[in-house]
Structures are given as structure tokens and as C-alpha cells.
């Protein structure tokens, strides 16, 4: 490590994920609000009398002190702020926080800290405890997400022919990264069209804070177009899958 870094850190984060490490310790994996992502091993939570199991969990937001080891941090004290119990009680609403943080775990990189991102996430998975949100909360999770990491998609006019967008079905390319028009559209191999209604709504997540987000109205068809629309882009975007939006189908499928 770079002598000028403090050998101790007192950070807010968010857990996105664990693995076990040794015979009682975890890899935990987290987005800090001081210091972006991190990894840092607990040691001793998987014991059974473990202070910090409980305080560790995946989307719990936690307060840690957090000492500097040769190849991961060291997680000395541990306090829960929000376990987010309430997201695991429900297997849709697990998917949907198990997606939320593992795009931010794909799209970010280690100790490059944004504080907007972290209260994004963090406002997030306090949304998803709602299920009425569960929609329009991934939706502007997503867009807003886009926004911060610099992929912000073109909405409002065709990315070859420069024409303002019209009121009509259009088509959506994830190589150019937007809107292609009726006329253009169709010779982008790799474009899929887009209806009028979904594009409408993806301007409106753009443009709103959360409170104007929530008076959206989707169809469910418009919600489903949206989701795969959005993971293809994403996907994209990522040069690889995604494993929630697989697990979130299995669980529909099942309840189906």
C-alpha cells in the first residue's frame, strides 16, 4: 500500500457480497461511501457466537473500522445501521437487491470512491423494502446508474441521422448507445425496436428525481419490455452476463 494511506479507516458501506475464507472468516465485499469498493476479511464470522455475523450480511448498510492487511482490509469493529432483513423474506425482492448490487459490483473498481453511487444503492435497497417501488426503484436505479458511470444513453434524437426523436415506435442500439430512428434503425444489425410508451418512460427516469419517478404508470408490458431491454443494454455494456436476472426468471417461472 502506498505509504501516505492511514493504516486504519472508518468507513459506511454497503455488504454486496461474501464468500467464506479459511475455516471461520468471510471475504466480504463492500461499496463504502468514503472510499468506493473494498474488500475486507471478517475474521471469526461464521463462528456460531460471532459478533459480526449479524452485522455483515449481504445489503446490510454497516459502519466499520477497518484496518490495512497486505491484500484485503480488516474489518476490527462492525455496526449495523440496516440489516434489510425484510429483502430476503421474499424471493422476487431477493433477486431484485441480489441485481442491484451486483451491477454495481460488475461496473465499479476497487478504491475509486463516489459518494452518489453509494446513496444510490443505499436509497435503493431502502425502496426495495417497499414492493410497491420494486418497478420504478430498478428502473431509476438503472438509469441513474448509467448517468454517474458515464454511459448515459441518447434519447431524444437518432444517433445516425441526428433527427429530434418523433412520437412513434423507434429502435434502440446498445453498440451506439440510444435512439435510432424508423429510417435508420432497421439497418443497425445489432438495434431492436422500442416502443413509444417505454422509450417515454426511460426519458422520464432520466430527467426526474425519485419523487417525479414514482408517478410512473407502466403497463405490465411496458415493464417487461423495459427489463429486457435494460439487461440486453446493460449486458452489453458489461461484455458479460448477468446472474441475478436469471435467478429473478427461475422464481417467476416457479410461481407461475
Excluded: W
Excluded at 501516505?4 to 461474501?18: D, M, Y
Excluded at 441480489?98 to 459518494?115: G, M, P, T
Excluded at 444489425?189 to 426511460?202: F, W
Amino acid at each position: 500500500m502506498p505509504r501516505n494511506k492511514a493504516r486504519s479507516v472508518r468507513v459506511e458501506a454497503i455488504v454486496l457480497k461474501h464468500s467464506d475464507f479459511g475455516e471461520a472468516d468471510r471475504v466480504l465485499t463492500l461499496y463504502s461511501r468514503e472510499e468506493g469498493k473494498l474488500r475486507a476479511i471478517a475474521k471469526g464470522a461464521r463462528k456460531t457466537h460471532s459478533r459480526k455475523a449479524g452485522h455483515v450480511e449481504p445489503f446490510s448498510q454497516v459502519r466499520l473500522q477497518l484496518a490495512r492487511g497486505k491484500n484485503f482490509f480488516i474489518v476490527s469493529q462492525a455496526e449495523a445501521i440496516n440489516t434489510h432483513t425484510v429483502l430476503a423474506e421474499d424471493l422476487e425482492r431477493l433477486g431484485y437487491a441480489s441485481y442491484v448490487v451486483e451491477l454495481l459490483e460488475r461496473f465499479s473498481v476497487d478504491e475509486d470512491a463516489n459518494q452518489v453511487l453509494y446513496r444510490l444503492l443505499r436509497d435503493t435497497l431502502n425502496r426495495l423494502e417497499d414492493k410497491r417501488q420494486e418497478q420504478v426503484a430498478i428502473r431509476f436505479y438503472e438509469i441513474q446508474l448509467l448517468d454517474q458511470l458515464g454511459f448515459r444513453p441518447e434519447l431524444h434524437e437518432c444517433l445516425n441521422c441526428n433527427k429530434d426523436v418523433q412520437a412513434e415506435d423507434q429502435f434502440f442500439s446498445a453498440q451506439r448507445g440510444g435512439v435510432l430512428c424508423p429510417d435508420c434503425g432497421p439497418a443497425d444489425a445489432s438495434a431492436h425496436p422500442i416502443s413509444m410508451d417505454a422509450l417515454k418512460y426511460l426519458r422520464h427516469f432520466q430527467r426526474s428525481d425519485y419523487g417525479e419517478a414514482l408517478r410512473a404508470q407502466m403497463s405490465q408490458a411496458v415493464r417487461l419490455e423495459l427489463e429486457i431491454l435494460m439487461n440486453h443494454y446493460l449486458t452489453y455494456l458489461l461484455e458479460k452476463r448477468l446472474n441475478s436476472p436469471r435467478f429473478l426468471r427461475r422464481v417467476r417461472r416457479e410461481r407461475s
